[in-house]
Each structure stands twice: as structure tokens, then as C-alpha cells.
């Protein structure tokens, strides 16, 4: 931060005395560490080797045999919140995050933003001598924002990192990312043929951004916030990699839970005594069908060779990415680095179980609500992780890699916010290898890396006066393993599902998320010792009545405190019907020109549900040599292009990446010249799964010169990405007929106009589905 000017000024420069320091911020304090965040996706306390799992980490292993592994670390039970949390280290609701920033609504706890009085530890890091970097997944910048036209204050840029590379959604195809670069889109580097994953982009890109810091101030600790897309969905990772687990998880999710519960106990995570909960632990009526688990002995021997392979792809993703976050550790290691760089390797919330009891081969069909086939399903098999599919395990697995707790993420059981935290600091750390028990949160990292940094989190920053920090740091237990927790409460919101936890007795009120309908005056709450009881399996309610009384009424406290209310276990129709939606041009009409590139879904033109035209302008060179993208939006999992191939106009429906693909193909050539093409649905009904039911015509000038009975997605093509784009397509296209990106040549295209209609039926719950399905 400026310093008060303590030069002197005189009417001659050469009886003035200069001072530079008080131009410039406060310089790092001598000694001062480097940190690396690694925040992973999805990921419960069960699946890493570090904490007895069967997912090889080598980095990680590497990093808790230098470091501390905390065995109580918990999180928000969601991607977006989780996160909001680490970059200001307040309570989500604090951050405008009660959920995942599709679900913003105008309330303070609920918008999606955070506001400034939250500054985030970039911001003040920056401030105080660090070099500052994001690299990976954000998801919580607006919706609204997504898209260029967006305002760019609630990008990394401007909440104090120097510098960003990653995405903006929940998720992203690992080998066609939609990738953003401090405030802009760009194309991703190279091809999966060419070697091409997310995981090893950012990677390069870290090690990249250190370099370059380094290379000039040598002497300039940094931050930086390493968020990949693992283990998020879709699972995808190199061949080899998922070979190495071929045939490991064949004994079927209880029979993993048999497994590591007494690894879990011999490595000192959890207490002797330690009891399994139940695969479907909530009252009947209060579960909801996509979060059920089918028991392994009920499934046929095809259903469990198909379910074995999804967890191979899980672990062979994890560990790829672990691998990545190797070759960073290398380099600080051998850059002489790594004894002071402060690591914090954690996941944001439990295992998922948006896969569905099923899984899926390709998760847009769970987007779209729409049924997948188990026999079209293992057709995949062979295939699955690769860049033809977009896989997710189903819930069988994030219970497994959730135990011994109930549920996973979502839920404010142990299932959804127990998550794996090791911090390695050699400089800073003594203890080697050892377990800490003390009970934190993640609103205890920002306290935690502020007080190692030795910089205090100041009253004022850019002119905000600022909220107080709610956590704690965890300091104090790095060379003491017998310090009592300096936590002492804790609450939990998810969905309208509420928990608290106090000095070592929490209570969980007993919902399932989106199944009520109000009254939370009359919901009865549970109580668990967890200082005995980590799994939560044993109910002292009725024991001790006014330890529940006491606990509630705390939490009630804690909600007035945090912006928690109000409370939102509304339908998934009623929620989505006060969404809000992409602002409509006046008539219904969206314009679009030349170079326009990836629009996000969210903002671009709305055609799913509803008649439509697209239209487009178009001038044909003299020798009808022009071939083509003119309109694309998606990818090969869900999409439509316009397109002219060997002089013909095309039109093309990826309808969810099910083949075959819809097409309509003009039967004459496109003439040398000017032209309006496009293509015309006429919504006529729904399909038994909401699909949109109508013809569609292709037309040249005013003739159609093909039409069809069609069919149009019920939900969302791409939820994080591919979006809408004119003269291309993205490097994941939207139809076969053609190779990546096929831009437009000989001719020009003037301008595409989408016109939608008024008859538009989008089944809400489906939206909602597809929103939550997507952190």
C-alpha cells in the first residue's frame, strides 16, 4: 500500500529529496513464503491414497509425508460457495453464494457476487508485495457477465489477480475447453491428437506465469490459485492412465467401503469405533430417485463391468491431474523454491452424485433429463474418457469415496462437506507426516495463509471498509497435534438443508434438498457427537433434548449474522420459473456478424423449446467455391450449424450427441452471388422426454429446398461452453460432417439473424436439474 510522502519539495528539483517508497505498495515481509492453492473438484474423504483410498496420489502422498494431513476439514457441500469462501474467507452467504452462481437470486445471500466489502486475499496479497494468479475454474462470476458484453468487475482481473487463465462454468469438456484468458476467450493451445488436456494446459500455463514473475523479481513472493477441473465431470484422462486401474474397482462400491473404512482408521483419519452408514440413509419419501444408490448385487454383469470402468476413468483422471500438479512441485523444487512456497491441496465439496443411480456415458442427456441406455451405454465402454464422451460415475461411487459418511455432495451431512485438506510448508512446518484432528472449515485458509504470510487483513481496501474475517487460522495445530480446536461454530446451508456445529456436537435438520415445502419450524433435527461419532451415525436427539434446543437456536443466530435467510427449499419449477433469462432483443430478434465467437449459451439466442429461423446473408464467390461455418452453437454433444459443404447448403442437429445426426441438405448447389439462407422449425408438439416435436425447412432465398420432421432439445447443448459462434464452429464441432472449426471461406457472410417464437414451453424442473447438475 502507498506510504505517507516523506521527500522534500522545493521550488528547485535540485534542493527537493525524492521518495519512491511512498509510490509504491509496501514490499513483501522479509522471508515471506509463496503460496500454491490446489483446490480439486468433487472429491470425497474416501478416494485418495493419502487418506487411505484406492486412487493413487503420488504429489499428494508426497506433500503429507512433508506436511500435515487434517483429518476434520470441512467445506460448504457446493463447488461455487466452496469457493467463494476461499478467495474472501467469509461464509458463502456472506458472498452473495447460498449456492452455485446459476441459482442467483436477489437477496444479500443469494446474488452471485461478492461484494466488496469481502475483499478477496488476492486483493490484499497484491497489495502487500505478491505477484497474483488464478489459474483453472472460477464459477463465480455472474451469468450475466459470461459473455464479452458482460461487465468484467466481477472477473479475476478485478478482484486483485494480476493475471488468469482457466473457465468460467462449473465444468468443461477436459479435451475441448472453453478457456478464458485474463478478460478474454482464446482457443485452446493444441488438440487431444496432439497431446491436448486441461489438466496439463494449466499446468503449463502455472508454471508459465511463475517463470515469467520470477524471471523479473526474483525476489517477489506469489500466489498462486491452481483450480483444475478434476474431479469434476466429464471424466476424462490420457488411456494410460485410466488403464492403470483396470479391474480395481470390481468388488463394487460396499465392497469399497468394507475396504478403506479400517485403512482410514489405521492412517489415524478416523477414530476407532467408527461405524458405516447406510448406502441410503434417508427416511423413505425424503431421498429423491437421482441421489438413490442401487445395491452392486442387483445390478447385472453388464451394469457392473460399465460401473467398474466409470470409477477407472474417476481415478485415472484424478491421478493425471495429481501428476500435473507434480511437475509443478518439480519445478519448485528445483528452483530452490519449494521449502518456502505454503501448499494447501484440498477438493471443494464431497464426492457427486449428479451422475444419478445409472451414470452416464455422455451427461447431457442428465442435463436434458433425458433417459440414458444402459445397451447404448456399454456400446461406449472402451470409449469412455476419451473426447467421445462426456462420463459421470454414478451415485453407488460418491457414496463409496464418501466413507463412512451418509450422502455426499449437496447435503450437510459429513457426506457432502468432510473433504481432504494437506498443507505442506516445509520453512514453516516442523512436523513431517503427521495427522491433525482439530475441526475447521474453509473460511479458516484465508486466516490461515494471511498469518503465514504475516500480513494482516486490513479495515479498508479500495476504499471499502471491510467485513470481519469469521474464521480462524490454523496455524496454531501445524507443530502441535495435541492443540484443542480453535474452532468453535460452525454453520451449514445447502438447499435448505441447515446444520451446525459446535465445540464438537453438531445437528443436522432432517431434509432431503428440494423436497419441502416450507415449513422449517416443524423439521426435526439430529444430533451427533462427532468428537466419537464421525460418521454420524448415531442419532442423540432424543438423549439430549436441550443440546438440540441449544444448537438450533445457534444456528438461528449464526443465519442472522451470515445473510442465511431467506431459507430456499422451493420446487425445482418453482426456483426456475423466477430465474432470470437472457434479455430478448425487441421483436425477438438477435443479430449477429462475422467473428462473433463464443457467445455463451446463457446470453445468446433461445431456441430450445420454441419455433425458430435462422437466417443469414451470405455472398458466394465467383467460382461457388464457398464452403463452410456461417451459424454454430454447441458441440458434439448436444448443438445445430449451418453450414455449406461441397456447394450444398446444410443444416445439422446434434440432438444430445445420440446418433444418428439430423440433417437437411439442400439438393441444388449454392450460385456465385448474393443469397439469404437459413432454416425454418415449426414446433408442433413434445416427445414423451419434453423433446420439441415440429418441421424444419431449409431454405435458399425463398425456395425450401429440404425439409424434415425434426426434433429440439429439451434443456441446454453446452452448459459451460461451446457457445454460439458465426464463420466457425469450436474445435469440438457440432456436426461429423466436418473437421474442427471448418471457418468460411470463399465468400463472405454478412450478417445471421435468429428469430424465435412465442411459443416457447421450456419444463422448468428439467432447467433447474440441469443447473445444479452442472457444479
Known amino acids: 500500500m502507498a506510504r505517507p510522502f516523506k521527500g522534500v519539495i522545493n521550488l528547485d528539483v535540485r534542493d527537493s529529496v525524492m521518495d519512491w517508497d511512498a509510490f509504491r505498495d509496501e514490499p513483501a515481509p522479509a522471508g515471506a513464503p509463496n503460496v ?121 482481473l478485478a478482484r486483485g489477480f494480476d493475471r488468469f487463465y482457466g473457465f468460467l462454468g462449473g465444468e468443461t469438456n477436459q479435451w475441448y475447453p472453453t478457456l478464458a484468458e485474463d478478460n478474454h476467450y482464446v482457443e485452446q493451445p493444441a488438440t487431444p491428437e496432439e497431446g491436448y488436456h486441461l489438466s496439463k494446459d494449466l499446468a503449463d500455463k502455472a508454471l508459465g506465469f511463475i517463470r515469467d514473475s520470477k524471471q523479473s523479481h526474483p525476489d517477489k513472493p506469489w500466489y498462486m490459485w491452481f483450480c483444475p477441473g478434476a474431479n469434476h465431470a466429464p471424466h476424462h484422462a490420457p488411456q494410460e492412465y485410466i488403464d492403470k486401474y483396470k479391474g480395481q474397482f470390481d468388488d463394487g462400491y460396499e465392497a469399497y467401503r468394507d475396504w478403506v473404512l479400517p485403512r482410514m482408521v489405521e492412517r489415524g483419519i478416523l477414530p476407532e469405533g467408527t461405524e458405516l452408514t447406510p448406502i441410503n440413509p434417508l427416511p423413505e419419501g425424503q431421498m429423491i430417485a437421482t441421489d438413490q444408490v442401487r445395491p452392486w448385487d442387483t445390478l447385472s454383469a453388464d451394469e457392473q463391468r460399465l460401473f467398474s470402468r466409470m470409477a477407472e476413468v474417476y481415478a485415472g483422471f484424478s491421478e493425471y491431474t495429481d501428476a500435473q500438479v507434480g511437475r509443478i512441485v518439480d519445478y519448485l523444487e528445483a528452483s530452490g523454491q519449494l521449502e518456502n512456497t505454503l501448499i494447501v491441496y484440498a477438493a471443494d465439496n464431497g464426492a457427486s452424485g449428479e451422475g444419478s443411480p445409472d451414470g452416464s456415458v455422455n451427461e447431457n442427456k442428465v442435463f436434458n433429463a433425458y433417459p440414458d441406455d444402459i445397451a447404448q451405454n456399454l456400446t461406449q465402454l472402451d470409449e469412455l474418457g476419451s473426447p467421445s464422451t462426456y462420463n459421470h460415475y454414478p451415485t453407488g461411487w460418491a457414496v463409496a469415496f464418501s466413507t463412512p459418511f451418509k450422502m455426499f455432495k449437496r447435503y450437510t451431512y459429513q457426506g457432502g462437506v468432510s473433504d481432504p485438506l494437506v498443507i505442506s510448508w516445509p520453512a514453516g512446518i516442523k512436523a513431517r507426516g503427521e495427522v491433525r484432528d482439530q475441526y475447521h472449515h474453509c473460511t479458516d485458509i484465508v486466516p490461515t495463509i494471511l498469518e503465514c504470510c504475516g500480513v494482516e487483513f486490513p479495515d479498508v481496501v479500495q476504499g471499502y471498509e471491510q467485513s470481519a474475517l469469521p474464521g480462524v487460522s490454523m496455524r496454531y495445530s501445524f507443530d502441535d497435534a495435541a492443540a484443542a480446536t480453535m474452532k468453535r461454530i460452525q454453520y451449514y446451508e445447502m438447499f435448505g438443508t441447515r446444520a451446525l456445529w459446535h465445540e464438537g456436537w453438531k445437528v443436522v435438520a432432517e431434509r432431503g434438498p428440494n423436497l419441502g415445502a416450507g415449513r422449517f419450524d416443524d423439521e426435526t433435527w439430529q444430533l ?62 438477435w443479430r449477429y456478424y462475422p467473428g462473433t465467437t463464443e457467445v455463451p449459451e446463457f446470453v445468446a439466442a433461445n431456441t430450445r ?13 465467383g467460382n461457388g467455391g464457398a464452403e463452410g461455418v456461417i451459424f454454430a452453437q454447441g458441440a458434439r454433444f448436444g448443438g445445430h450449424s449451418l453450414f455449406i459443404k461441397d456447394h450444398k447448403l446444410w443444416y445439422a442437429y446434434n440432438f444430445i450427441g445420440i446418433p444418428p445426426e439430423q440433417q437437411l441438405v439442400s439438393g441444388q448447389e449454392l450460385a456465385a452471388g448474393r443469397h439469404v439462407v437459413g432454416v425454418e422449425f415449426e414446433k408442433a408438439s413434445h416427445g414423451d422426454h419434453h423433446e420439441t416435436l415440429g418441421v424444419a425447412k431449409l431454405y435458399i432465398d425463398e425456395e425450401v429446398v429440404a425439409e424434415s420432421e425434426w426434433k429440439t432439445q429439451p434443456g441446454h447443448f453446452a452448459l459451460c461452453g461451446e457457445g454460439l459462434t458465426i464463420g466457425r464452429d469450436s474445435s469440438d464441432p457440432v456436426s461429423q460432417e466436418y473437421p474442427a472449426g471448418f471457418a468460411f471461406s470463399g465468400g463472405r457472410i454478412l450478417e445471421v439473424e435468429v428469430n424465435v417464437g412465442d411459443d416457447v414451453y421450456l419444463d422448468v424442473e428439467r432447467e433447474l436439474a440441469a443447473a445444479l447438475a452442472r457444479d
Not at 497474483?132 to 458484453?149: I, Q, S, Y
Not at 443440546?547 to 431467506?566: I, N, S, T
Not at 423449446?609 to 464467390?621: C, D
Open 36 to 156: 500454491l492453492v490446489v483446490l480439486y473438484d468433487d472429491t470425497g474423504l474416501a478416494a485418495w491414497s493419502a487418506y487411505g483410498g484406492r486412487i493413487n496420489m503420488p504429489t499428494l502422498d508426497r506433500l503429507a509425508a512433508n506436511g500435515l494431513t487434517y483429518s476434520q476439514w470441512h467445506t460448504t457441500a457446493l463447488c461455487s460457495p466452496t469457493r467463494s469462501c476461499f478467495l474472501t474467507g467469509r461464509n458463502h452467504h456472506q458472498n452473495g453464494f447460498a449456492q452455485i452462481a446459476e441459482g442467483a437470486q436477489g437477496f444479500p445471500g443469494h446474488t452471485g457476487m461478492i461484494p466488496m466489502e469481502n475483499a478477496t486475499m488476492a486483493e490484499v496479497l497484491r497489495e502487500n508485495g505478491w505477484n497474483t494468479f488464478w489459474v483453472g475454474k472460477n464459477h463465480n462470476v455472474p451469468l450475466e457477465d459470461w459473455a464479452m458484453g458482460g461487465s468484467k468487475k466481477h472477473w479475476p
Open 528 to 589: 451427533f457427537n462427532t468428537d466419537v461419532d464421525r460418521a454420524e451415525a448415531r442419532d442423540l436427539a432424543a438423549e439430549h433434548p436441550e443440546k438440540v434446543k441449544q444448537l438450533v437456536d445457534l444456528w438461528f443466530v449464526e443465519a442472522g449474522k451470515y445473510d442465511v435467510l431467506p431459507l430456499d427449499d422451493r420446487t425445482l419449477a418453482e426456483l426456475v420459473a423466477v430465474m432470470p433469462e437472457a434479455m430478448i432483443p425487441p421483436g425477438g430478434v
Open 609 to 621: 423449446g420454441r419455433s425458430y429461423k435462422i437466417l443469414a446473408e451470405v455472398e458466394i464467390g
